[in-house]
């Protein structure tokens, strides 16, 4: 296990912890739109940091 990528692990559960909120609560829809956006993105950060935590090689060819 790498762990020089749990960091990213938790930046994206930030992300995904402030977005789905926000994405409901705001009065904007265009801020709406954006923190729904920053919600997807903290997923996909999340799930990449997770990968790269518990199989650092994987995008290794």
Known sequence: M?????????VGLAMIIWGL???YSLSKAWLKIV???VTVIGLIIFVLGIL???VP????R
Do not use: E, G, Q
């Open 2 to 10: 790498d762990f020089r990528y749990v960091i990213l692990a938790l």
């Open 21 to 23: 909120p926000s994405a």
């Open 35 to 37: 923190a729904a956006l």
């Open 52 to 54: 790269l935590t518990c």
């Open 57 to 60: 090689w994987f995008f290794a």
